[in-house]
């Protein structure tokens, strides 16, 4: 079974605060995502990898940056967390080889006071 | 831009009972469309998953069905039980992206 594995389940940080949220696959997968789902909002892509040291941009981008040095770990950075990236942060991956079937890790709900 | 629409946004049902949920999006140039179970606090768990060139694909008592050209899918749940409660999202993946889009999914329970 592919796994998709989240840094932590819930986190706290203050206005200001420079924040990691971290994701690792262990299936060998090309590509990875990284998305924040809030009420009414549905799930955004923020930012995707389908290479090590690649990255594209979602449809919401602006306030965060992404790092993939190694194929199996995606990072999200949020360089001055703000109030309104209070949200649940999701992390996916899929393969080229399987249809881009996605598989989510469990989810990061940040909390920005 | 895709637009991805779940109606109804939620959606209660006694025990037992055979239903469907409904998937429409705007550009019918997809790869393929996925469906997602989410349960509340929790991530995202794929169901099913069915390529454009697919009519319909069966997981249990689960049964997705594809009409690209109408832009619809529908996911079918027999015989429903109270664990089969939570959020279902469905997706697709346009042709020449491997990102999704996601609709903002319907939260079905399942009364005992």
């Known amino acids: 079974d592919v796994k998709v594995t989240q840094s932590s389940r819930y986190l706290v940080k203050r206005t200001g605060e420079k924040v990691f949220l971290e994701c690792v696959q262990d299936m060998d997968h090309e590509n990875m995502f990284w998305y924040r789902q809030d009420p009414g909002l549905g799930l955004r892509l923020i930012y995707f990898s389908y290479d090590v040291k690649m990255k594209e941009k979602g449809d919401i981008p602006e306030g965060y940056s992404v790092s993939r040095e190694k194929k199996e770990r995606f990072s999200l950075i949020l360089e001055s967390a703000s109030t309104n990236q209070t949200s649940m942060y999701l992390c996916?991956?899929?393969?080229?080889?399987?249809?881009?079937?996605?598989?989510f890790g469990p989810g990061t709900r940040l909390t920005v006071t | 831009k895709q637009e991805v629409t779940q109606i109804p946004a939620a959606l209660s049902v006694p025990e037992g009972e055979n239903l469907v949920l409904n998937c429409s999006f705007t550009?019918?140039?997809?790869?393929?469309l996925q469906w997602f179970r989410q349960d509340p606090g929790k991530g995202l768990t794929s169901l099913l998953l069915?390529?454009?060139?697919?009519r319909e694909q069966t997981s249990g008592r689960l049964n997705a069905s594809l009409d690209k050209s109408s832009g619809r899918s529908t996911l079918y749940i027999a015989a429903s039980q109270p664990g089969d409660s939570a959020t279902y999202l469905c997706?697709?993946?346009?042709?020449?992206?491997?990102?999704?889009?996601f609709g903002t999914g319907t939260r079905l329970t399942v009364i005992p």
């Open positions: 996916a991956s899929s393969s080229n080889l399987v249809l881009y079937e996605q598989y």
């Open positions: 550009d019918s140039a997809i790869y393929n």
């Open positions: 069915i390529q454009s060139s697919q």
């Open positions: 997706a697709v993946i346009r042709v020449r992206a491997n990102n999704l889009f």
